[in-house]
């Protein structure tokens, strides 16, 4: 099958369960299902519009529960066909909902704390999510190459879930990456490719790649599978509130890359209201970025409705997207549920990388000291209420950004003899 | 309570669940439930009596699997109390039985090959199964600090737990680690003390520690609380076993680093069988040594008894155990069941951990290159059957253990132009 970048109508027929057509988030604009990424219309994003009406609630409440532990238990309200769970992938998902009581202590908050811990993932982060479910949609399109560009955490994912399903892979990278983030991509044996060039050159050169013969028969998992892969999102929300016994949670901070996930957790948190698994009530969100990529947060507290670009100068590299396709919505998220968005320092990521480790026993990743970072920046700022369930994303692993934290060590040096041991005052 | 490093009959009774006694392994001498390791008749290890005479096979099995979603689903076989999952603990298991159909096609498995893979447990290692079960023999003696000598994977169990129990933490290392190593065990907070010495100079101070009253009060995992700790591996056997449908399988893959994880898994399978969750019927245990440690493998080839130590001197850190503890028992149950021990060289280690990654999108610790290599060896000298439903163990995480893949990289570097992309072949 062709890559085409806007819709046409003459795509075949596909079957991705209850996914109905694709939707323009800004002319509402329906096409058939395909690989397209942008409305012919007007250019904006689109994304899968569903078809839920034949489902009672009771009975897609005790399917769910009676599904797998990963994210196909939600298959009926994704881009997948019914017999997803039994297709060779990498199957990500379920990972745990930790009750953070000693961070709650710290932080003051009394009302419930949960971190939702998405380094529990096959390749640790929560991209295993959006991988699978564009691996998917490759599937039904014929495609046979799944490919991305990347500094990090979705070369992984991409390369673990097609070896897993049999799909050659290709992932573009920076050709002068750390040494440490090459091998972590390049143990999967797909085609590792580096570009000689800045990752804005890396991403430029995958956009003229799609449109050209050459990549023909190949899903980029963030373009032109972009409306599949981001719906992998939705199943945060749906798991936060499966684990809280189908309760929608008061507060949820979540980090900010894109921004893409944040809309499609919201898009989850509705989707559950409408199809009656959770009461209809308020909740807030709230988004998290570091000072250093700050562009959203910039707008949320000057008002701004566009988002300005910001050169990206952070150890937070998985949140380091200095322009993010979604930052107006998330803008508007935040400001319609009466969440905000906040930035917390270098320094502050790294004290909250320690605070969640020291209190839970959750080593995160730089993005997960963001979002624990802001959470305490929030309440002492009475900005979040601490009498409220509040529930904060973990989406990568501590394993991964080593560096952060690099200065951490020994707390004392002795001799292998008791003496030396009550010297050091450790008894 | 003071430590002790025999069993007296005057320790007070504890509530762990199902856990009747300690009972010696070599003399069958029974004595109350302690913080004991070593028999008063014989010096033999003690390991745990059970009382599951008022289980009812069907309830046992609804209870179950009405579980959670981790090893506490098995908390009437373990010994913990009834209330263990309302705990704050680090809650591993129910990782992942993968069906690797791939990996089964390049080493000509046809009756079924399952990866299980514990990179998925919260520090990414089997270790947190051990630890959590340790952590509530520590909570039901009194003990207040958790403790153990590690070079690697331990710590970060130990640290990660402690932290997340509320119990402060004291972990031995040797002082000249990696520095990797170091921050991996010391971001959670807790002491990390280094000795001026090798790993055996730790030991031995370790030892000492325990029988002085400067240890008093003090859990450590493997040392006074080991009867407890080394029963977490049972929890393996049983997801195993349930994973495939409450079904025995034919073969399992083992790695040995001391034996115990082996001896318990056996010890597992047996109790499902007498308990009925599953048939009766033969299964074979295989272990899996790196040949830079051998020792259990070289007495299996020679037909001894008695197990040789060696000088480790391998990649596969997590296993280098030189004088395996439980070796003689491993030797028993690979001969009894009609299994056997192997080993394979660093360089046949690193080729399994890509063949993992490249098959199935499992990136695995050293430790997993040794049980999928020893696999692919018995397989070709026909000693593991290819026809038999067969499990292989992966017991940590690839991202732990960088090194050993390090060689790997890019595929091809290009310039960001399609020109360049086509000379390289990548069309």
């Given at each position: 099958m062709a890559v085409q970048t806007v819709a046409s109508t003459s795509t075949p027929t596909v079957d991705l369960g209850p996914a109905a057509a694709l939707s323009c988030r800004e002319c509402g604009h329906r096409v058939s299902l395909g690989p397209v990424f942008a409305c012919?219309?007007?250019?904006g994003p689109l994304e899968i519009a569903y078809d839920f009406s034949a489902y009672d609630t009771e009975e897609l409440r005790a399917r769910i529960e009676a599904g797998p532990a990963n994210i196909w238990r939600y298959a009926p309200l994704l881009p997948v066909p019914a017999g997803v769970a039994d297709k060779p992938n990498i199957n990500p998902g379920w990972t745990k909902l930790v009750k953070a009581d000693n961070l709650a202590r710290e932080l003051g908050v009394t009302g419930g704390l949960f971190v939702k811990d998405d380094s529990g993932n096959p390749t640790h982060s929560f991209k295993d999510r959006v991988v699978a479910q564009a691996l998917e949609a490759a599937r039904a399109f014929g495609f046979t190459t799944l490919s991305c560009s990347s500094t990090g955490n979705l070369a992984g994912a991409v390369g673990a879930a097609a070896a897993r399903a049999g799909f050659r892979s290709c992932v573009f990278i920076?050709?002068?990456?750390?040494q440490g983030k090459i091998v972590m991509a390049a143990v999967y044996g797909g085609e590792l490719v580096g570009i000689e060039g800045n990752y804005d050159d890396v991403n430029r050169f995958c956009s003229e790649l799609i449109g050209d013969?050459?990549?023909?028969?190949?899903?980029f998992v963030n373009v032109n599978l972009r409306p599949y892969y981001a719906e992998g999102s939705k199943t945060l929300a749906y798991e936060i509130c499966e684990q809280l016994g189908w309760r929608l949670p008061d507060q949820i901070v979540i980090p900010i890359a894109s921004g893409s996930q944040l809309t499609k957790i919201d898009k989850g948190l509705k989707e559950l209201i409408e199809l009656g698994l959770v009461e209809d009530r308020p909740y807030k969100i709230f988004g998290a970025q570091a000072e250093g990529c700050s562009p959203v947060s910039a707008a949320f507290k000057a008002g701004h409705d566009v988002v300005r670009p910001q050169k990206p100068d952070t150890i937070a590299k998985s949140l380091?997207?200095?322009?993010?396709?979604?930052g107006p919505y998330v803008l508007d998220i935040a400001r319609r549920t009466g969440g905000a968005v906040e930035d917390v320092t270098d320094e502050e990521v790294v004290d909250a990388i320690r605070l969640l480790a020291r209190t839970e026993g959750i080593f995160a990743e730089t993005a997960g000291g963001v979002t624990v970072g802001v959470t305490r920046k929030l309440v002492k700022a009475g900005v979040l209420d601490p009498t409220k369930t509040t529930v904060v994303l973990n989406?990568?692993?501590?394993l991964k950004t080593l560096d952060a934290v690099a200065g951490t060590g020994l707390t004392a040096t002795i001799r292998p003899t008791l003496d030396s041991f009550r010297e050091a005052g450790l008894a």
């Open positions: 012919e219309e007007c250019f920076p050709h002068d990456l750390e013969p050459a990549g023909e028969g190949w899903g380091a997207i200095g322009n993010p396709a979604d989406t990568g692993d501590g």
